[in-house]
């Protein structure tokens, strides 16, 4: 049969062109985003020391000179620290992230798509994923399995995948019941071609805005996580790890431990300010959504 | 109205069961064995055997989940492993101390944020609701550690106001009480604070959008009256749901902010249980956090359903 009608101009939909202009606060929060990725690619090359080696023979010893912010705990440059362990914080929760868009979009689209009791079965497993306060579920995961990096972002991933799950689903319910959707249906399309060429694309938006609003979430829960000390352990590091070792000094009134949680603050404020911007576009009925 | 609540109950004694499955077979998971891992790599395989056996690890599993959620309804949770202290003692000792520094939370924090997020919301887009509203999204963005940190720095450091670290059992007095829970008690306020007030704040601007706020306008009802006779009470339930939902973060609120002060509560009891795969202890402080979890997420939902007269009356 379909050799035999015309060829139709196109089937589906390609993603829409992100057609919004960044407000001021966007552009800087684009900025600081940008600032980080730099940091976290060149740094290991750029910082002045290495991530072990000793600057000062006395833990937490003022900045001076070639040493920016002082020294840490045990006497090693905080500054190339923060530097050498950018990659890690913002690499594991990237790509946690990104295994909670994709299967919890994948998920969420798939059941408002089939309805039934299949909806029904995947919901209630989600909710009850969901109904755990997030860093108790982190907290009997790992002392279950050990806090590996793997185990970590595949973790932190599946966890806020329920989040995804439940956003991509109302999305789904929404535009399942639109007459393009219908038309897919009669034409006898598969679930997987309604999925991505019908759903997906008409989704996408708001699906990014949530993508950085997950994503700073993902950099909280892993560096709350490194900073109960169930984290990414030594000798790897990232700014969570950085903020624990570095709290004795606190109390004797060194800011050595305010450094790398400054850090972690700018970049999930400019994750933040970027994501209000791309919420903003897409309509405020979205915000209703992901809140 | 009650067969919709009777359903909701139902949902979440469901989930409750779920959940004792999840962290049953989540702290049975351990790689190798719990009995090797309690004596350590160099004891002799009688001890370990020996252990097995007291410990009950020999039975099958569904033998002992039947036993411990049996334990978990007669309040007998078994003894820790790092110290062989009872861990309903060790949670005697640490619930009350969690339990007064959420209450004295949520005591401050519930009046100020329905108070600063209806105001937001009277004057939508004014410059005060610009600074509420940048100020709450700063605070919500960064780690709450950071908050505690610069707070400690400020005021301990600096001003040496406050003590840094909260040793609750030192206080003798009630001033000295309130020195020790001051910063614990204003990091977690100032978060909850942020997420109360916007939450609030869009609740009212929700209600205020609807059509019958708008022929109060058009009648020319003055804006309080709007906001005080229309809008607020329409949102009482609304704003319940919020409370309670809030009231839910701070169960996982409090994990961060014990460690930070070394607050002895029932999170540092758990952490440090996970720190040591403590596991008796982890099961029974895991189970009373997702427990009182469920419940106010339950009462948020009740909430939702109590207020809203669609709900009410529904028949079937």
């Known amino acids: 049969m379909a050799e035999s009608t015309p060829p139709a101009p196109s089937r589906g939909d390609t993603l829409p062109k992100a057609r919004f202009n960044l407000t001021w606060p966007g552009r800087i929060g684009a900025a600081i985003i940008s600032f980080w990725l730099v940091v976290a690619v060149t740094g290991p090359f750029l910082a002045p020391f290495t991530l072990a080696e000793f600057v000062s023979d006395n833990g937490f010893a003022a900045a001076k000179g070639k040493i920016l912010l002082g020294a840490d705990y045990l006497g090693r440059d905080l500054f190339s620290r923060i530097v050498h362990s950018a990659w890690l914080t913002i690499g594991m929760a990237t790509v946690a992230t990104l295994i909670a868009t994709s299967v919890g979009s994948a998920l969420g689209i798939f059941a408002a798509i089939k309805g039934g009791w299949v ?16 860093l108790m579920l982190g907290l009997v995961i790992i002392a279950a399995l050990g806090p590996s990096a793997a185990l970590l972002i595949l973790m932190t991933g599946l966890i806020y995948s329920t989040s995804v799950f439940r956003i991509a689903r109302a999305l789904g319910m929404d535009i399942t019941v639109m007459d393009f959707v219908q038309v897919a249906r009669a034409r006898g399309e598969h679930v997987g071609w309604i999925l991505f060429h019908e759903v997906l694309p008409n989704a996408a938006t708001p699906l990014v805005a949530d993508f950085g609003i997950r994503l700073s979430f993902s950099i909280l829960f892993l560096s709350s996580l490194s900073f109960l000390g169930l984290g990414v352990q030594p000798p790897y590091a990232d700014w969570g790890t950085l903020v624990r070792e570095n709290m004795p000094g606190l109390v004797g009134g060194s800011p050595a431990s305010v450094y790398p949680a400054l850090a972690i603050a700018s970049f999930t404020i400019g994750l933040n300010l970027v994501a209000d911007d791309f919420a903003a576009s897409s309509g405020r009925a979205i915000a209703g959504k992901i809140a | ?206 209600i205020l959008s609807s059509s019958y706020i708008e022929m109060a306008v058009l009648k020319g009802v003055r804006r309080h009256r709007i906001v005080f006779r229309h809008a607020l009470v329409n949102a009482m339930g609304p704003i319940a749901n919020v409370i309670a939902l809030n009231l839910a973060w701070l169960v996982s609120g409090v994990v961060i902010v014990e460690t930070v002060f070394a607050y002895p509560g029932l999170a540092k009891l758990i952490v440090d249980g996970v720190a040591s795969r403590d596991y008796p202890v982890i099961q029974s402080c895991a189970m009373i956090f997702c427990a009182a979890y469920i419940l106010f997420i339950l009462l948020a939902d009740i909430a939702s359903i109590l207020s809203n007269p669609r709900l009410r009356q529904r028949r079937d």
């Open chain 2, 1 to 206: 109205m009650l067969k919709l609540i009777l359903q909701r109950l139902a949902i979440g004694i469901l989930t409750l069961w779920l959940v004792t499955i999840l962290v049953f077979v989540g702290t049975q998971l351990l790689p190798g064995d719990v009995a090797q891992a309690v004596l350590g790599q160099s004891a002799t395989p009688e001890a370990v055997a020996a252990l097995r056996i007291e410990m009950g690890l020999n039975q099958p599993a569904i033998v002992r989940y039947g036993s411990w959620v049996s334990g978990l309804l007669h309040g007998e949770l078994g003894n820790s492993l790092a110290n062989g202290a009872s861990i309903s003692g060790l949670i005697g000792q640490r619930l009350p101390n969690t339990l007064l520094l959420a209450g004295l939370t949520a005591m401050l924090v519930v009046p100020a944020a329905i108070g600063l997020g209806l105001a937001s919301a009277m004057y939508p887009e004014s410059v005060f609701d610009r600074a509420v509203s940048v100020v709450t999204m700063f605070l919500l963005a960064i780690p709450e550690f950071l908050l505690a940190t610069l707070l400690v720095l400020v005021f301990a450091v600096q001003l040496r106001w406050l003590p840094a670290i909260s040793y609750v059992s030192e206080y003798r007095s009630l001033e000295q009480l309130a020195r020790t829970m001051a910063l614990p008690v204003l990091t977690l306020s100032l978060v909850l604070l942020a997420q109360m007030a916007r939450m609030t704040r869009s609740t009212i601007l929700n």
């Open chain 1, 119 to 134: 909806d029904m079965v995947i919901s209630r497993v989600v909710d009850t994923f969901h109904s755990f306060p997030t």
